[in-house]
Structure formats: structure tokens, C-alpha cells
């Protein structure tokens, strides 16, 4: 069964202060994994998606790396408005399904 | 352009109740889906469409029905309300089904009581 675990669960950070949220996978025969943010109320906004172990993108202070058994998304010196849900999830190569992680929740202090 | 609209924003009914919560876009993609989020439990698919006329079971089906007359409409059924569908119900679709980033609606908040 596909398994995709996010860890923390909840992240308290000071402005400025950089940090790693992990997201780790089980699923056979990876197509990619997708980041997505959500705030409060709203749907989740998609962030990155990733297909092969080695790759990473970025986008403002967030970086994204992959790895064959885990993905990472570093926050550098982020800002309150960084404050949110992060949600990770993966796709297989069959099949028409997402398998979403439980997320971190984020939250930076200024 | 707004995207994908899901209504109504708040819904509260009774157990036994059915209702239809109602998702539209206006950005002509093929993939539409219905997910639950539930504390602890993560986003979970309900049904999902890869085109008008064609529609199949996602992990959490049961309880749950949906129809897909048009590319722009995914409408999701509950026939007879349950407590355990107590939860927040997001519309997303994409261009070409999960390979593609999903855009989501902002959710229906449901209560059964």
C-alpha cells in the first residue's frame, strides 16, 4: 500500500530561522511528488512537483529536493507570511490517484 | 477567471439527509476529483472524473456519488448523511490527470448531526 508520512507534524520557527520539512514515501514505481501549501480556510496552492531522485526546484525561500525514498522542503530565512500547511503527495506510474501526507504546519514568529 | 468554484462554502444537515455539493471550473480541464480532509487523515479521494461521461471509485467511494454530464461540472452526491461525513470537501482538477499539479476549490465545510 502506498504511504506517504510527513514529519513534523507542527513547526514553531522565529523569523530569519531556516529549517527542513520531510516527507517520506513508500510507493512502487514513483512518478512524482508534488508540494503544496495551504492557509487557513482555502485550498491547497500547488508549489513544486518533482519526478527523479537528484532533483530540486525553488521558489522564493523554498527549495524542494528528492531523494528515492524521501523529498525535503528547506524554508530559508522565512517570514511570517511563510506561515502554513505544507502537503506533500505522490503519484505512481499506474494508476490515476494521489496519496497525500498528513502535512506540517508551519508557523513563523516575527 | 475564477478558476474552480465549489458551493456552498458552509453546510450543516441532519443525519438521513442527502445533498449534492456542486463544483464548476472554467479553465476547460479534462481531470476533475473530489477529496475529504479530515484532521490526522490528510486529503483523501473520494471520486474523481477524467472526462465527461466517465467517472471511477477513488479510496473513501462509499456513501458517495457523482455524474459528470459536461467538462465543467463534478457534482458529488451524499444520498443519506452520516456523521462520519463530517468533514471538509475540496473540488480540484487538472489539465491531464495527477501527472499534472491539481488546482482546488476552497472547500465546502459540511457537519452532520
Known amino acids: 500500500e502506498d504511504q506517504v508520512t510527513q514529519s513534523p507534524e507542527a513547526l514553531r520557527l522565529q523569523e530569519g530561522e531556516s529549517s527542513s520539512l520531510n516527507c517520506s514515501y513508500t510507493?512502487?514505481?514513483?512518478?512524482?511528488l508534488f508540494w503544496y501549501r495551504q492557509d487557513p480556510g482555502k485550498g491547497p496552492e500547488f508549489l513544486f512537483t518533482?519526478?527523479?531522485a537528484g532533483e530540486e526546484k525553488e521558489k522564493e525561500r523554498l527549495k524542494a529536493t528528492l531523494t528515492k525514498k524521501e523529498s525535503f522542503l528547506h524554508i530559508t530565512a522565512p517570514k511570517p507570511e511563510d506561515s502554513a500547511t505544507y502537503l506533500c503527495?505522490?503519484?505512481?506510474?499506474?494508476?490515476?490517484?494521489?496519496?497525500f501526507g498528513g502535512g506540517t504546519r508551519v508557523l513563523v514568529k516575527p | 477567471n475564477a478558476g474552480v468554484t465549489q458551493t456552498p462554502k458552509f453546510q450543516v444537515l441532519k443525519t438521513g439527509q442527502s445533498m449534492t455539493l456542486q463544483c464548476a471550473q472554467d479553465?476547460?480541464?479534462?481531470?476533475m476529483s473530489w477529496y475529504r480532509q479530515d484532521p490526522g487523515m490528510g486529503l483523501r479521494l473520494i471520486h474523481y472524473?477524467?472526462?465527461?461521461?466517465?467517472?471511477d471509485q477513488g479510496e473513501v467511494p462509499n456513501g458517495y456519488n457523482v455524474s459528470r454530464s459536461t467538462t465543467e461540472d463534478f457534482p458529488l452526491r451524499l444520498l443519506s448523511a452520516a456523521p462520519s461525513q463530517t468533514s471538509v470537501y475540496f473540488c480540484?482538477?487538472?489539465?491531464?490527470?495527477?501527472?499534472?499539479?491539481?488546482?482546488f476549490g476552497n472547500g465546502t465545510r459540511l457537519t452532520v448531526t
Open positions: 510507493v512502487s514505481g514513483l512518478r512524482g
Open positions: 518533482l519526478y527523479s
Open positions: 479553465m476547460n480541464h479534462e481531470y
Open positions: 503527495a505522490v503519484t505512481k506510474a499506474a494508476g490515476n490517484k494521489l496519496t
Open positions: 472524473s477524467v472526462g465527461a461521461g466517465i467517472t
Open positions: 480540484a482538477i487538472s489539465r491531464s490527470g495527477v501527472s499534472s499539479p491539481l488546482h
